[in-house]
């Protein structure tokens, strides 16, 4: 049976979407270091782009070409997360069990990624796209050099970037099925119901790690400049939800109230 090493390392530092989605069983060998790569393996098609291409506005989503942008855009965010992810399970030291309790929560995110990504994969090509015909960006993964410790880690993947798109999945659900693409309505729902057990999984880490401080002073000591809570809100911010997925009341007060220059969900379209 192979290793975590082996198995995570194959993900992030593999060239092509057959090593990110691989699914084999391994064991929890000792932990080695490892030094994390500037950027993860990627070639051809799905290699990083500098082009951007712009996110289409809600009204015209139900255009096959506006559908493959938004489709492609959210695989992306699904490819980086699994990366991401792999490059947690290498990094961070695991010498107890409660460490190894630790990265199997990240494996089970990771896998629950793989089938987003492969969800959106199919979608894609269903309308007559590939991944990979549209520029990849690579901003998730610059903020991971950032992360020095899992607490760093849970804060920007759990509770930043996976609890915007609680919102996010929710909100473009609602736009496709209001198109009648119930597929695509599906997909984003299966997502969202993922994204809650994954912001919970952080949750409940921080709340472990924070010692006597409040879960809201303790995420904001763990976010590495310049991301601020602002970033862990999407369009249509669904008080209700964020509380499911974080259970902690002062939380979710705090993050609905801040605001800063970020503009993403405060645009109108």
Same mark, same amino acid.
């Given at each position: 049976?192979t290793?975590?090493y082996? =198995?995570? !390392?194959? #993900? &992030?530092?593999?060239?092509?979407? *057959?090593? @990110?989605?691989?699914?084999a ?7 080695s270091?490892?030094?994390l790569?500037?950027t ?8 990083f782009?500098?082009?951007?291409i ?35 399970l290498l ?8 460490s190894?309790? =630790?990265? !199997?929560? #990240? &494996?089970?995110?990771?896998?629950? *990624?793989q @089938? ?9 090509n ?12 690579d ?5 991971m ?18 609890a ?8 473009y ?21 993922d ?23 303790y ?5 590495p400049?310049?991301?601020?809570p ?10 209700s939800?964020h ?13 609905s ?13």
């Open positions: 049976m290793s975590y082996d =198995f995570a !390392r194959q #993900i &992030l530092l593999g060239e092509s979407l *057959e090593d @990110k989605l691989i699914d069983p391994f064991e929890w060998s000792s932990w270091e490892f030094a790569p500037s993860p393996g990627r070639i051809g098609k799905i290699s782009s500098q082009n951007k712009k996110f289409p506005r809600k009204e015209n989503l139900n255009h096959d070409d506006k559908k493959a942008v938004a489709l492609h855009s959210f695989a992306n965010h699904e490819l980086l997360a699994i990366e991401m992810m792999a490059a947690a990094v961070y030291p695991h010498h107890d069990e409660d190894i309790r =630790f990265k !199997r929560g #990240i &494996l089970t995110a990771l896998k629950d *990624e @089938k987003h990504l492969l969800l959106y994969i199919d979608r894609l269903e309308l007559g796209y590939e991944f990979g015909d549209f520029p990849l960006n901003f998730f993964w610059k903020q050099p950032k992360l020095k410790t899992p607490a760093q880690y849970v804060a920007i993947m759990s509770l930043t970037f996976e915007a798109n609680l919102d996010f999945a929710q909100y659900s609602q736009i496709f099925r209001g198109f009648g693409d119930e597929k695509t309505a599906t997909i984003l729902e299966t997502v969202l119901e994204e809650i057990s994954h912001v919970q999984f952080g949750a409940h880490w921080l709340k472990k790690w924070r010692e006597d401080k409040s879960l809201w002073q995420y904001l000591d763990c976010l400049f310049p991301l601020t602002a970033r862990g809100k999407g369009l249509g911010f669904d008080t939800l509380m499911k997925a974080v259970g902690d009341q002062e939380f979710i007060h705090k993050l109230e801040y605001e800063d220059n970020f503009l993403v969900t405060k645009r109108k379209s």
